[in-house]
Every structure is written in C-alpha cells, then in structure tokens.
C-alpha cells in the first residue's frame, strides 16, 4: 500500500509514461511530422525509464526489471540531459567531435552529385519554422557511436523494457495526451555546416548557441505547441533544462568574455531531484502535498507559487536567454558585414 507521497509521485511517473505513450502514437499516426523528435527525447525517455525501474524496485511494486545490458544503456541515456552540466569547454570539445564525425562520415559517402555540387552535414528540426533539434545533439544524446555502426536495431531491442515498463506503469485504457498534428507543421533541413547554414556566426562558438536555442526551443517551441493539453512534462523538461543552464552560461561568458544572463531564482536542487527520480519523501510533507495541482505542490514548496505561475516565470527566463542569443548572433553578424564593407571600401581606395 502506497503512502500519500509515495502515491504523488506514481501519478507524476504515470504522467511520464502516458507523455511516452503519445510520442508512440504520433510516431505511428501523427500528419504533417518528420524529424528528429523522437531522438531529441532520448535523455527524458532515459530519465522515465531509469528513474521509474528504480523507483519500483525500492516500493516493492513487481515491475519489469533491467538485465545487465539494459541497465547500462539506460544509466548513460539518462545522463544525456546534465550535458549543461559539463563544463562549456567540455560540452564544446563532445560537440564538436560529433560535429566532426558526422562530416567524416557524409564526405566519405558522398554521392556523385554531392561531389559536384556540395554534400550535407548537419540536419536541423523545424516546428512552424522555428529550430528546435539537430542532428549533433542527437549523436550526443545516443550513447552508442551511430556514425560508425548500425544502432537501429541495437536501440530498438533496448526499447522494449521502457514499452514494458509504460505498459505496467500507465493506465493503457487513458488515451494519448492530445496533440495539433493539423495546424503545426514539424520538418527538417539539412545543411553543410559551416558553408552553408542557418547560423550567421559561422564558427565554433556559433554552432554552440545553436545547439543551445536547438535544445530550448525543442520544449517551449515543439512540445509546448505541438501537445494542446497542459501536461507536467511541459515544466518538467525545461524545469532540467534550466537547472544546468544556469552555470553552464556562467561558464559560456568566462571562456568567451560574452555577457550573457540568466536569472537564476527558480534553481532549486531538491525540486531538481524530484523531476529526477520521483522521490518526494525526502522533500515534501504529505500535508503539502496538493493533488489538484499538476506537479503535486511541488512548485509551491519550492517558491510558493502554483504550477501555472511557475512555468510562465520558467519559460519567461528561457525566452530572456533566447533573445539575448538570437541578438548576439544578429548584432555579431551586422558587426561583421560593417567591417567587411569597411576593409573592401580601403582596399579600393589603395588601389587609386
């Protein structure tokens, strides 16, 4: 017999596992799709998964366990989603040798039209025209090398314990969370970076702010507009998200001397922990805990605010970060053309 907390944090992993159950049935169903979506989901789906066999184990509940394998790829899955917890020098260097492989690898299987006109290295996702996913991130994500092997199957066969653990923790009779597969178009593009790209910075610092807007937008563009009901995972993802972002940008201005901000008031390790691991004894009383609230009172323990009015200041300070970048990238590129102008006008005039 569960307790009040142990219960509260049931419903919030049968939330998770319902919020895998829907990128099933738009894997299978959905219209107007076709990107990387799924595997920009990868660290969440290993933070379900992990998270929820652990969880079951220590209540006692007979859910399915992992074997040795499974254990593993798990444990590395869900690591995905501390990234920003590497240091910015770190998580550049991770980048850009996924960067690197991935062009290795289309240069060596050019076709012989690609040969001739150019060849794609990197593919960015779109939702209604907004980026929100890439390629590098995904090869980041996976913890196998899917540059120099086939993963397909590999992943698939390691897929089968998160289905199973869906199935026993998810009430199957629930339908999928709705989603607006008519009035939202999601797509992809593919690019030869740093030739011919959507970045104006064409460096390496460039390709990082990317990744970054790529990685954000991915919840507060795609998840946010594609899933119509206000579910949990939509404070979730960009609560995690938020919490390694704030150091990781500290770390960003020091190596790059940019003046990025980021307002840090809503990082809370213990709510941290929570979105983690489902745990709340360890954080809440059973007295607060608040069942007519998304995330169980999480929020107004941590900050005394409810959930919807937590995730507008959450979302509000991940909007503030994107428009200082997507101004960066602007102003640096308009500071470079000025200059480019400035070094064609004196050669003319060395000429005369």
């Not at 960067?99 to 209604?128: M, P, Q, T, W």
């Not at 913890?143 to 009430?171: A, H, M, R, W």
């Not at 199957?172 to 989603?179: C, D, G, H, I, N």
């Amino acid at each position: 017999m569960l307790n009040k907390l142990q219960k509260a944090g049931c419903e919030l992993m049968q939330s998770d596992a319902r919020f895998i159950y829907t990128f099933v049935d738009i894997f299978e169903t959905a219209k107007n799709i076709d990107s990387n979506y799924m595997s920009m989901c990868l660290p969440y789906i290993g933070v379900f998964a992990d998270g929820a066999e652990q969880w079951c184990k220590k209540v006692g509940l007979d859910a399915p366990r992992f074997n040795d394998e499974e254990k593993e790829f798990y444990v590395k899955l869900r690591q995905a989603h501390k990234l920003y917890e590497l240091t910015y020098k770190d998580y550049e260097k991770l980048l850009l040798e996924k960067f690197h492989e991935s062009n290795e690898y289309f240069y060596n299987n050019r076709s012989l039209l690609e040969k001739v006109i150019g060849y794609y290295n990197v593919g960015a996702d779109y939702c209604n025209g907004v980026v929100c996913g890439n390629t590098i991130l995904c090869a980041m994500y996976n913890p196998f090398n899917s540059f120099q092997e086939e993963v397909g199957p590999k992943i698939q066969g390691l897929s089968v314990i998160t289905g199973k653990l869906v199935g026993y923790i998810c009430d199957m009779e629930l339908a999928p969370f709705k989603y607006d597969d008519i009035n939202n178009v999601v797509t992809y593009k593919d690019y030869h970076f740093y030739k011919n790209c959507p970045i104006k910075l064409k460096s390496d610092l460039g390709f990082v702010l990317f990744s970054v807007l790529c990685s954000i937008n991915y919840i507060t563009e795609f998840i946010e507009k594609y899933i119509i009901e206000e579910i949990p995972q939509k404070f979730k993802l960009a609560y995690l998200q938020y919490y390694y972002l704030c150091d990781f940008i500290d770390g960003m201005n020091r190596e790059n001397h940019t003046n990025f901000t980021i307002d840090k008031k809503l990082k809370n390790r213990d709510l941290r922990n929570c979105f983690a691991h489902y745990g709340l004894g360890q954080y809440m009383r059973e007295s607060e805990i608040d069942n007519n609230d998304l995330l169980k009172g999480l929020t107004k323990k941590a900050f005394g605010l409810d959930y919807y009015s937590c995730k507008k200041e959450l979302y509000g300070i991940l909007d503030s970060l994107k428009k200082q970048i997507e101004d960066f990238l602007k102003r640096l590129y308009a500071n470079n053309l000025i200059n480019i102008r400035r070094l064609v006008r004196q050669l003319e005039k060395s000429r005369q």
